[in-house]
């Protein structure tokens, strides 16, 4: 239920991918990549885990994500139907910065926090993303390119109300990517700052300046996000009490489990549940 770092084989010679996905469910946990990535989906209804959001998704959905931000699309254990996307994933710096994809690298960062377009809006286009897992090389270039010039002018609503800072130098990339793991091994326990620093090599306070800058928020904001992340999670795909579910997440205090998960999600663990169940 931890967010993992999923390797996506692309290199020099292929820098884009697009596939169709077509299975019972969206298998792929909570992960981030350093690809930035558009997913479509066709059919399925559920709940989608993007950054420090959690809501439903439908049919219909368009979704921007940058590199580095956490998500999983979680399908209904009801559905009786399949699961079925459509995924684009590229590497950073493909496309060259030139003035006249301003308005491209200006929805690039956008999506840090992660973009819903609007289904309207985006309605026209839907027809050639459909075409992208079966072109590749300089075509599939062009498509995407042009899709996503196209997307730029559409209307959209982000995602998570923080962002996921991207571009990094490959060391910065690393660190995160081991700052994730250990969070991933050890959310369940109290964390001290020390520990990530010497993760790292940093000091405390060379860490905490570095966390804030890449993740826009501290360390600490963060943990208490990830933390509550999952605890929805397990309110949705386990029958386990509340109480159990807020000690697991690595809370020593059960009414700081509510003032927290209330903050991040704007009700308490049971109405999120109710709601979110039904889905």
Known sequence: MQPILEPIHLDEQRTITSFYHSKKNFETPWHFHPQHELTYIEESVGTK?????????EPGELVLLRSNLPHCWKNNTEQTGLSKSIVVQWNLGVFPKVPELA???????????????DKGATAPLISQL????????????????TLLVKLADCDYTTLSSASFIDDLPSEYGNRMADIHDFVGMHYNRKIYLKEL???????????????????GRPFFTFLNEYRINISARMLLDT???VSHIAFACGYESLPFFHRQFKKFMGCSPLAYQRKYAKV
């Open 130 to 145: 459909k075409q992208c897992p079966q072109l590749g090389g300089h075509d599939l270039y062009i498509q995407l390119l």
């Open 103 to 117: 308005k491209l690298f200006q929805l690039l960062r956008t999506a840090s926090k992660g973009i819903l377009f």
């Open 239 to 241: 029958h386990d009490s």
């Open 49 to 57: 885990f993007v950054g420090d959001y959690v809501g439903p998704y």
């Open 197 to 215: 620093a010497d993760l790292v090599n940093m000091s405390e306070q060379s860490f905490s300046r570095f966390f804030t800058k890449m993740m």
